[in-house]
C-alpha cells in the first residue's frame, strides 16, 4: 500500500468513526430551536454561495460580472424563474440546461 493510500484509509476510518459517534449520541442531544433552526440552514446556504461565485464572478479575471454577457448568470437566472414557473426540479434543471447552452452556442 502506497503512502497515498494509507492516508485515504486512516481518513475514512477517522471520519467514520467522528460520525459514528455523533449519531450514536444524536438522540440524547437537544438544541435549542435556534441552534436546530442555523444548522438546518447550513448546508442550503454554503451551496447558494457556491453557486453565487460561479454565477457572477468571471472564471479569469475573478472580477464580478453582473452584465447580460455574463452567460452563466443569464443561465442561472433563468434556470431560478423556470423553477418558480413549472415547479419541478428536474424539467427546470433539464430546461435550465438547454437554456445555458442555447445562450453559449449564439455566443
Given at each position: 500500500?502506497?503512502?497515498?493510500?494509507?492516508?485515504?484509509?486512516?481518513?475514512?476510518?477517522?471520519?467514520l468513526?467522528?460520525?459514528?459517534?455523533?449519531?450514536?449520541?444524536?438522540?440524547?442531544?437537544?438544541?435549542?430551536?435556534?441552534?436546530?433552526?442555523?444548522?438546518?440552514?447550513?448546508?442550503?446556504?454554503?451551496i447558494?454561495?457556491?453557486?453565487?461565485?460561479?454565477?457572477?464572478?468571471?472564471?479569469?479575471t475573478?472580477?464580478?460580472?453582473?452584465?447580460?454577457?455574463?452567460?452563466?448568470?443569464v443561465?442561472?437566472?433563468?434556470?431560478?424563474?423556470?423553477?418558480?414557473?413549472?415547479?419541478?426540479?428536474?424539467?427546470?434543471?433539464?430546461?435550465?440546461?438547454?437554456?445555458?447552452t442555447?445562450?453559449?452556442m449564439?455566443?
Amino acid at each position: 500500500m502506497t503512502g497515498a493510500m494509507v492516508g485515504i484509509v486512516v481518513m475514512a476510518a477517522s471520519i467514520l468513526v467522528v460520525r459514528s459517534i455523533a449519531f450514536a449520541f444524536a438522540r440524547r442531544i437537544v438544541l435549542p430551536p435556534l441552534a436546530r433552526e442555523a444548522l438546518e440552514l447550513a448546508a442550503p446556504a454554503i451551496i447558494a454561495s457556491l453557486l453565487a461565485m460561479g454565477l457572477v464572478f468571471d472564471k479569469e479575471t475573478g472580477a464580478p460580472d453582473l452584465s447580460f454577457g455574463n452567460d452563466y448568470l443569464v443561465g442561472g437566472l433563468l434556470t431560478v424563474a423556470l423553477a418558480i414557473w413549472i415547479k419541478n426540479f428536474t424539467l427546470a434543471t433539464m430546461l435550465g440546461f438547454a437554456a445555458f447552452t442555447a445562450i453559449r452556442m449564439l455566443h
